[in-house]
């Protein structure tokens, strides 16, 4: 009887380390055909990507990737990567916190439509949180301006061009401040001249200013060269830009109609609530449901099939990131719980779970 428990028990281990194998494996699978679809511009490959590494699905977890991946969805155009992006932007989550970058993100995509994001911005600008310099605002609106009208592309490059001699003077101002910083400490530190020989002062005076005047001509040249690299990155950018543009004009034009499409249906549902009387409603608004999907990084197709296991479960992984004890935020975990309940009180009725 007891060898016969003991077969039963060790069968039913491999058949567990097995299935455990085979879903392993799976994940290894999917992670690798999706990188290999991100490393061709496949906006929704990188979004999945990094979805993945932020909450460690089929790969370790690291938010600096997840950032990254977001990054390129979102140049590509991917709205909910952009989200994402610009959530990483403004608490910090594996890459430098910038609450202004994440204000311009959160407005490109407020300008699409996105109601969620309206709080998001009326919250960073309450906070005194954002410091968007004029040249960087006029890039944003001439970059959408440009996706609606090929008239504006001129002005755009001009404005790139502005942003990128501001970001340079901040650059070479920064230098030139460190140099100021690093030659006041050498000469508190350096050891007081002979006062009697005038031969030696006079020397040592030459010398000083012969070593100066040369660390002076490196860092200009140094500058110089981080000029004219930075302009021609910058330059390769900027075509590689327009090229994806030229060839995305129909799937631009399509996104043009679709957003028409939503601010339409946006104020005809105004007019309909201005005109009827206001009732109590146990239901959260539509943007709370959609910022609740954000933040739980659903796509349309698991929205359509989320169930209350699937939901519990991601909640999981995502507490695992934001809660403060590990390297989240209180306001992120709050934000996070208000989700879930939002969430689940849609999910539940509709699966029949009392």
């Not at 959160?106 to 309450?126: E, F, H």
């Amino acid at each position: 009887m007891t060898q016969l428990l003991y077969r039963t028990w060790s069968m039913t281990m491999r058949v567990i380390v097995l299935c455990a194998a085979l879903h392993t494996s799976a994940l290894a699978s999917a992670i690798a055909s999706l990188e290999q679809q991100a490393l061709l511009d496949d906006a929704d490959a990188q979004y999945q990507l990094g979805l993945a590494y932020e909450t460690g699905q089929g790969v370790q977890q690291d938010l600096s990737k997840a950032s990254h991946w977001y990054q390129q969805a979102s140049n590509n155009g991917h709205l909910n990567a952009t989200y994402n992006y610009a959530q990483a932007l403004e608490y910090g989550r594996g890459i430098t916190q910038n609450a202004s970058r994440a204000a311009l993100l959160y407005t490109k995509l407020a300008v699409s439509g996105d109601i969620s994001t309206y709080g998001k911005l009326a919250k960073l600008y309450r906070d005194n949180k954002v410091h968007i310099s004029a040249t960087d605002q006029a890039v944003l609106w001439y970059s959408l301006a440009a996706e609606q009208s090929t008239v504006f592309e001129a002005d755009l490059e001009y404005a790139l061009q502005q942003q990128f001699n501001e970001r340079q003077r901040r650059q070479i101002d920064a230098l030139q401040q460190q140099e100021e910083i690093t030659t006041a400490k050498t000469t508190l530190t350096a050891p007081s001249a002979p006062t009697n020989p005038q031969s030696n002062h006079r020397n040592t005076m030459q010398s000083n200013n012969s070593t100066m005047s040369w660390s002076t001509h490196f860092i200009y040249w140094a500058v110089l060269l981080l000029v004219v690299t930075v302009a021609g990155y910058y330059l390769m950018q900027f075509k590689r830009s327009l090229s994806l543009e030229r060839r995305g004009d129909q799937r631009l034009q399509d996104a043009f109609q679709a957003q028409q499409r939503t601010i339409a249906k946006l104020q005809h549902k105004l007019k309909v609530t201005q005109t009827t009387p206001k009732t109590m409603s146990t239901k959260p608004p539509s943007s709370a449901f959609e910022e609740a999907y954000l933040r739980f990084g659903f796509s349309a197709t698991q929205r359509n099939q989320l169930t209350p296991t699937l939901l519990k479960s991601r909640y999981k992984q995502l507490s695992r990131i934001f809660h403060p004890d590990i390297q989240g935020s209180e306001d992120e975990m709050k934000q996070l719980n208000i989700a879930f309940k939002t969430l689940m009180r849609h999910v539940k009725p509709s699966q029949k779970i009392h």
